[in-house]
């Protein structure tokens, strides 16, 4: 089946600094991808919708210039977490959709692992 | 708006147990039907699907039929596993959308 991978798996982080997280998909070209946060013991809240070569689209009430999405390639999707403080640690989740294949209705989408992140 | 409920959590069972999670969702025309399981500490993974109504998605002894009339996609197993552990995510995503819509989760736990 498809695979999605996250870098880092978890990373640990100073208040203010800025961290980045990778999201590829490995056997499979993907035009759209999906960052998602999770908190603890809750559901997956929907970031964005990030497709490739073009500006990413935000959910409301999620601020465009603290997490900044880049969707550079067919295989990329990258989200930088800018001047991040505590209450950003959570668990952020990726996924990247296939083609929607004819007769098959909705494309699948395939997760990543996650990315723990823990702001001190 | 689109939206998925499914029953409270958490489920506790003993092992070959009869597990069912109950979903129900609400959508305009003909979406398509998942249930993803998340295990602790890891993305989601997708467990079954079904594209139209009375279609059957099965995997891993698991089962779930898309029923139209009652607007519901019920999960079964007939006989659990401890290694069944896990948060179960009902979804939706309507025809033509990019967007899928979860439900809230149900975390299950399987004591031996």
């Known amino acids: 089946g498809a695979v999605v991978s996250q870098h880092p798996s978890w990373v640990i982080c100073k208040s203010g600094t800025s961290v980045k997280i990778e999201c590829r998909s490995l056997?499979?070209?993907?035009?759209?991808m999906f960052w998602y946060r999770q908190f603890p013991k809750q559901s997956l809240m929907l970031m964005a919708t990030?497709?490739?070569?073009?500006?990413?689209?935000?959910e409301q009430g999620v601020e465009k210039d603290k997490f900044l999405i880049n969707h550079a390639s067919l295989t990329l999707s990258t989200l930088t977490v800018t001047s991040a403080h505590p209450e950003d640690s959570s668990f952020y989740i990726c996924?990247?959709?296939?083609?929607?294949?004819?007769?098959?209705?909705?494309?699948?989408?395939?997760f990543g692992p996650g990315t723990r992140l823990t702001v001190t | 708006g689109d939206s998925v409920t499914q029953m409270e959590g958490p489920v506790t069972l003993s092992e070959e147990a009869f597990l069912t999670i109950n979903c129900t969702y609400t959508?305009?025309?003909?979406?398509?039907l998942f249930w993803y399981v998340q295990y602790p500490g890891e993305g989601l993974q997708l467990l079954l699907k079904?594209?139209?109504?009375?279609d059957k998605g099965s995997n891993k002894g698991f089962e779930a039929t898309y029923r139209k009339e009652t607007t519901s996609f019920h999960l079964e197993k007939g006989s659990v596993q401890v290694s069944d552990s896990a948060v179960y995510f009902c979804?939706?995503?309507?025809?033509?959308?990019?967007?899928?819509?979860f439900g809230q989760g149900t975390r299950l736990t399987i004591n031996p």
């Open positions: 996924s990247a959709r296939d083609a929607e294949l004819p007769g098959q209705g909705a494309g699948e989408q395939y």
């Open positions: 056997d499979f070209q993907a035009t759209t």
């Open positions: 990030s497709n490739e070569g073009s500006k990413a689209t935000y």
């Open positions: 959508a305009t025309g003909y979406p398509s």
């Open positions: 079904a594209t139209k109504a009375d």
């Open positions: 979804a939706l995503i309507r025809r033509g959308a990019q967007k899928l819509v």
